[in-house]
């Protein structure tokens, strides 16, 4: 996964809340056995269903920041609800409260889930609804949301082992690769009885 740092960009206002991952990518959706593509299933119920939902409109297209209502990303435990985010191009998610699982998916996979209080993500919402071109930031470092031309700023909670994750960039893989030399070296004097996968040639 690649480091994130700063976002910055146009934010999409998707005002429901209780957005459950079977809505964010439909059940039928997860037949895929690949981890791309799922950006074409985001919130495809909806979007099939009404020509003016946020997502088919044009002014929020590009759009790197998706703003929610309360209780985004609840329900079963899929991966594929992040991938289909990320691969929609959204960095982050702003919203008061998020599913548990979700929110670690996300932090796992480099999509950011920015928890603020809910007058802050209610202001939010409707200033990007009132203007498709604000400018949104969500920073990392600082852990930070603002959107300046509204004068709105607010601190997000990041702990700071997942706040390392993201700036470095490391996923599950990335970590246990930053510890090669040691699982290299623990096993050279691994006994020969004990189990071992044979390395590739």
Do not use: C
């Amino acid at each position: 996964m690649q480091p994130v740092r700063i976002i910055t960009g146009t934010a999409v206002p998707l005002d429901r809340s209780d957005v459950d991952t079977d809505q964010i990518i439909p059940a039928h959706w997860l037949k895929r056995v690949e981890r791309t593509g799922f950006g074409a299933g985001l919130f495809s119920t909806w979007r099939d269903a009404d020509p003016d939902f946020v997502l088919n409109r044009p002014e929020y297209a590009g759009a790197s920041i998706l703003v929610a209502g309360p209780n985004f990303g609840v329900g079963s435990s899929r991966e594929h609800a992040v991938w289909a985010l990320l691969d929609r191009g959204f960095q982050a998610v702003i919203s008061p409260r998020f599913g548990d699982i979700f929110r670690n998916n996300a932090t796992k996979t480099g999509l950011v889930p920015a928890v603020v209080e809910p007058g802050v993500g209610e202001a939010l919402l409707r200033a990007v609804e009132a203007d498709p071109r604000l400018e949104v930031t969500v920073d990392v470092e600082r852990r930070m949301v603002s959107a300046p031309a509204v004068g709105i700023e607010a601190s997000f909670p990041l702990d700071d082992f997942t706040r390392y994750r993201l700036l470095e960039g490391l996923d599950d893989i990335g970590l246990t690769l930053r510890h090669v030399e040691a699982l290299a070296a623990y096993e050279s004097r691994r006994q020969d009885w004990m189990p071992s996968i044979p390395t590739p040639r």
